[in-house]
């Protein structure tokens, strides 16, 4: 597992809330469910004494790799690829909404969230490769 994949991983222990996976994408609460489900015992025998910062926990895994459970190894991996995903399908979506913000939201001051906000109210009127990078960059 790449290293910052490792570290959001890690990031994701410190995050709260529900589980509701996106497409093919995941969000650091949703993460933290997952992970916590599947390595919450392996954390608790071999990691006990990590913090959540500096990725002690990631590389406390990583350390006792041959000791923890399939599911939590398998769980890791899984979340870490999702986790990238969701970023980059964050990354892309201004570009593949482009066209529908020069057409819907070009008077719509940019920043603070306006131009998503735009395409949202205007989810009927916005393609629908906008729509689904939407979706995918767990906007909506």
Known sequence: ??????????????LGGSLTVQAQTVGFADAIKILSASCGKDIDTYC??????????????????????AQCQTDRVRVSALLE?????????PKICDADIRQLCKLVKKGSGHVLRCLLKAER??????????????YR
């Open 1 to 14: 597992m790449r290293l910052s994949a490792v570290m959001l991983v890690s990031a994701a222990f410190m």
């Open 48 to 69: 006990k004494s990590a913090n959540l910062g500096n990725n002690e926990i990631g590389a406390c895994l990583d350390k006792n790799q041959s000791k923890i459970s």
């Open 85 to 93: 995903a969701r970023m980059a399908a964050q990354a892309a979506a």
């Open 125 to 138: 009127a916005v393609s629908k490769k906008c729509n689904q990078a939407i979706d995918f960059a767990g």
